[in-house]
């Protein structure tokens, strides 16, 4: 699958007059085409079964650099796998695009992939931590988001509520930020902690809650009782 491939398949999915619509609620100045998720679902998951990783972090940096809508998408869900052999190049590209979030929908597909290389080798979480000092607010935010999988952990062992606590500590430290999206970030994971470590969701929020805003505030509330 070449790069010119795979954005005539995009092409061909284009919904007529859903582009408007996407380019007003993603809030996009980029190209966009019109392409529904499920689509891009299927696609990806057709060109990762047929491909081999090298071939696949390939197609990925190109279709990132043709800084279309859908295409950014579909290289993060390319990249989007549990299980990689080898995955040093995947980690290094996923790396590579952090400083150029720009958009939630872009930002968190991204995440999603880099949340599973940090899965596989929990390590890297040294890097994601120097994320949190970033003058660029998605790259702050991304380390809330890709860490996601050890705020939803029913069963943590030790070394996961090490990890847990290490993110928390981050969040608290962006309690101050009043972007919303920082702020946002902060109540989704207090959110998803609370269903399985509502204790120390409570505890978070005794602490700190006073100075969230009322929005994240209320978000990371949600499920409590």
């Not at 991304?142 to 943590?156: E, F, G, S, Y």
Request: proline share 4%.
């Amino acid at each position: 699958m070449t790069p010119e491939a795979a954005l005539a398949a995009l092409r061909a999915e284009i919904e007529p007059g859903r582009a408007a619509q996407m380019v007003a609620y993603h809030k996009q100045s980029r190209e966009v085409l019109g392409v529904g998720n499920e689509i891009l679902n299927t696609l990806s998951r057709e060109w990762r079964q047929g491909m081999t990783l090298d071939e696949r972090v390939d197609l990925a940096s190109a279709l990132w650099a043709s800084d279309i809508f859908e295409a950014r998408i579909t290289a993060a869900k390319l990249l989007t796998q549990a299980r990689i052999a080898a995955d040093g190049p995947v980690w290094a590209l996923l790396q590579s695009w952090v400083p150029e979030f720009d958009s939630w929908a872009i930002a968190d597909q991204a995440a999603s992939a880099i949340s599973k290389r940090l899965q596989a080798d929990p390590e890297r979480l040294d890097v994601v931590e120097g994320w949190t000092s970033s003058d660029h607010m998605w790259t702050r935010r991304a380390a809330l988001v890709c860490t996601l999988p050890w705020a939803k952990l029913a069963n943590p062992k030790p070394a996961d509520l090490v990890a847990r606590e290490r993110v928390l500590a981050w969040a608290a430290g962006y309690v101050p930020d009043r972007n919303w999206f920082i702020q946002k970030s902060i109540g989704w994971w207090l959110r998803d902690l609370s269903k399985h470590d509502a204790a120390r969701t409570r505890a978070f929020l005794d602490t700190h809650g006073d100075d969230m805003k009322a929005f994240a505030r209320k978000e990371a509330a949600k499920y409590l009782t």
